[in-house]
């Protein structure tokens, strides 16, 4: 059974059978999802990644900390092979202004073949 524990949009936790569970250089975590060929690029098909930032003096930091927090994760749950923004498939981003910048970025992971 997969678990995972969300806290301000960031899973903090992944349990599977009751055991914690690192991904591996290679992804041991990739099995999850289908995957499928993009161009040069191997992309999972509809699992998608957010990243967020908050509090930032300018938008220029809010979406490099979102892609950051993105590429984090990523990299951290899969390998580091798929954390890679500038690889990643149907990206999206939005940012908003209140008291600070604040961004959310969302994209498909992917890595060369």
Not at 26 to 43: E, P, T, W
Not at 46 to 54: K, L, P, Q, R, V
Not at 97 to 108: D, Y
């Amino acid at each position: 059974m997969l678990r995972t524990w969300l806290a301000a949009g960031v899973a903090t936790a992944i349990i599977v059978g009751g055991s914690p569970v690192v991904a591996q250089q290679d992804g041991a975590l990739v099995g999850l999802h289908q995957l499928g060929r993009v161009g040069n690029k191997i992309c999972m098909v509809d699992h998608f990644h957010t990243g967020t930032s908050a509090g930032k003096d300018s938008r220029k930091q809010a979406e490099t900390a979102a892609i950051s927090d993105w590429a984090g994760f990523t990299a951290w749950e899969y390998g580091g092979h798929w954390g890679h923004w500038g690889m990643a498939e149907s990206k999206s981003m939005s940012c908003s202004q209140a008291g600070g910048w604040s961004c959310t970025v969302e994209a498909r992971a992917c890595r060369r073949r």
